[in-house]
């Protein structure tokens, strides 16, 4: 038998080199960061491991209960409708977390783990997934099950509850002749509990919409490799979980405390035995909370050593502080199309990903909208900065909501949070390049990526994802559109749109660099690290 290893990030020196990882302190006395987060396949070693991958995070407030807040977590990239036999189980020798921070000491006050198990019953019959028509999840066609149980924490992690076990999982799609209705599948796979929780858990259609021809030069060098959803007709395994504010604001009061810090996280066993079986404890493989900036921007020697950190780690090491405020990206994007950067030190991009958005930190952007900070409870002298998806649960819900989200005026927008439909990475790049600070959008990039909305409607109910696709082409029959996307955002908000800023709807705005967020310009750790990341590398060895 053969056992594979992981090497722990608390083993000596490499406990150091990963408490090293990002960024260390200084900036307005707040520590200020490194922004990083898993995406499709951003790392050498979650590239070989995508049951695990953490592609995307969502939060956003419930359109249909706005006193309930949804996370929809998905993983495993660029699942192929046609990929079978096997298609795509959740690992159930790992654990999956989603984390929310609601006090900003970068920790976690409330954790939603989620642990799967499949039945098999092939055997030796069949290598088929079904063996006829599958109108239910209790068809007995259905030859391949999954279930899972969720536990909560309400208290750092300290003890867990278990929430529900046993419930179902919708299934890989397929196709049309194996699964007629998949609709009704995926609608039994919603369980509701007590207290109003709502869960899903199953194949989607994956929510991302953007070209990832970026990797080719900055879209070949002339903004002429654009326009092409690099990800349509892909699924993904998402998580959908809803629940009510009290659930994830500190101290339970989401008057008094409505901004909160969300993350989510993948484990796996230190060791694994192929064929059966683990040990020593589990070890964190992959981390997300702003999507894009690992896999674009944090260099090969750096992806693995990220992803196995911690939130609060991020603030151990000033070297790299110059990386922070000194983006390398604009640098790129002014040496390939003569685009000038912009002024450094970028405070603006501190804020806005590494502090959240808050008059509090001292930045250049003068309003209060997520940082935990502006939390009435929060103790500040306690507060970390991090790299966290924040999000503001007393902003109301518009009935147009702009793909552009904050730098539009939709404050219930992107980086408030993030909803299906925000263009993220049109936002994050007219962001490096300064818009937020300046308040107008960078002209020569507002053809941008040509990528402006979703192949497929989203959803106006729970999960409000996509149905899955049942080829690459992108056939699903997804739920009914939600609502326009290209309409301003609530005037009632506080704006963050400084005067003079020109909202543009012209299908799109900027992106080069495909949303590579100057805050997480990590590369200079990369000597720091390497060695450490090459001892997480697995480990094979013959065993008896």
């Known amino acids: 038998m053969s056992i594979r290893t992981r090497l722990g990030k608390r083993r000596g020196p490499a406990g150091l080199a990963a408490a090293a990882l990002l960024v260390g302190a200084g900036l307005y006395g707040l520590g200020p960061s490194t922004a990083g987060a898993s995406s499709h396949r951003e790392a050498p070693l979650i590239a070989a491991d995508p049951a695990v991958d953490n592609t995307d995070l969502y939060a956003f407030v419930s359109p249909d209960r706005q006193d309930y807040v949804t996370f929809v977590a998905n993983f495993i990239p660029f699942e192929e409708p046609n990929g079978g036999p096997n298609f795509y189980p959740f690992a159930t020798d790992a654990t999956y977390n989603l984390n929310v921070d609601n006090d900003g000491d970068a920790k976690p006050d409330s954790i939603f783990r989620f642990r799967f198990k499949t039945v098999d019953k092939r055997g030796n019959n069949t290598f088929l997934y079904n063996n006829g028509p599958v109108t239910s999840l209790d068809d007995e066609n259905l030859l391949v099950r999954q279930m899972y149980t969720l536990e909560s924490s309400f208290n750092g992690g300290n003890s867990f509850k278990t929430r529900v076990t046993g419930a179902p999982v919708a299934p890989s799609r397929v196709g049309n002749a194996s699964m007629p209705d998949y609709n009704t599948l995926r609608d039994q796979a919603v369980t509701q509990l007590p207290g109003g929780w709502k869960i899903f858990a199953g194949q989607a259609d994956d929510p991302f919409f953007l070209d990832l021809r970026v990797f080719d030069l900055l879209y070949g060098g002339d903004l002429s490799q654009t326009g092409t959803d690099t990800v349509a007709g892909y699924n993904v395994n998402t998580i959908v979980l809803q ?15 409505p901004n909160i810090g969300i993350w989510t996280t993948t484990e796996r066993p230190r060791v694994r035995i192929t064929g059966g079986g683990s040990s020593g404890g589990r070890v964190q493989v992959s981390r997300l909370g702003n999507p894009l900036v690992n896999e674009v921007v944090v260099p090969a020697g750096l992806k693995d050593a990220f992803n196995a950190s911690r939130p609060d780690q991020d603030g151990k090491n000033p070297v ?86 904050v730098l539009a005026g939709d404050n219930q927008g992107f980086p408030n949070g993030r909803r299906l439909t925000d263009d993220v990475l049109d936002i994050e790049i007219q962001a490096l390049e300064g818009a937020a600070a300046t308040g107008q959008i960078v002209d020569a990039l507002a053809a941008g990526d040509k990528v402006d909305a979703n192949d497929q409607a989203f959803g106006d109910t729970f999960p409000y994802v996509a149905l899955p696709n049942t080829d690459k082409g992108g056939t699903a029959a997804g739920p009914a559109p939600s609502g326009s996307d290209s309409a301003p955002g609530n005037s009632a908000n506080p704006s963050l749109t400084p005067a003079g800023f020109q909202s543009q709807d012209d299908g799109s705005m900027g992106t080069v660099a495909a949303a590579a967020v100057g805050v997480a310009a990590a590369a200079g750790l990369g000597l720091i690290l390497t060695a450490w990341v090459w001892r997480r590398r697995s480990i094979k060895a013959s065993g008896a």
């Open 243 to 257: 629940v009510p504010f009290q659930d994830v604001a500190l101290k339970g009061d989401a008057t008094r405390n």
């Open 320 to 405: 790299v502080v110059k990386r922070v405020t000194d983006p390398e990206l604009p640098k790129l994007i002014q040496a390939i199309y003569n685009i000038p950067a912009p002024a450094t030190p970028r405070n603006d991009l501190v804020e806005i990903f590494l502090t959240g958005i808050t008059t509090k930190a001292g930045g250049p952007i003068k309003v209060d909208l997520n940082s935990q900070l502006n939390n009435a409870d929060v103790t500040p002298k306690r507060f970390v900065p991090s790299e966290q998806l924040r999000l503001n649960l007393s902003v109301p819900v518009t009935d147009q909501p702009n793909r552009l989200g």
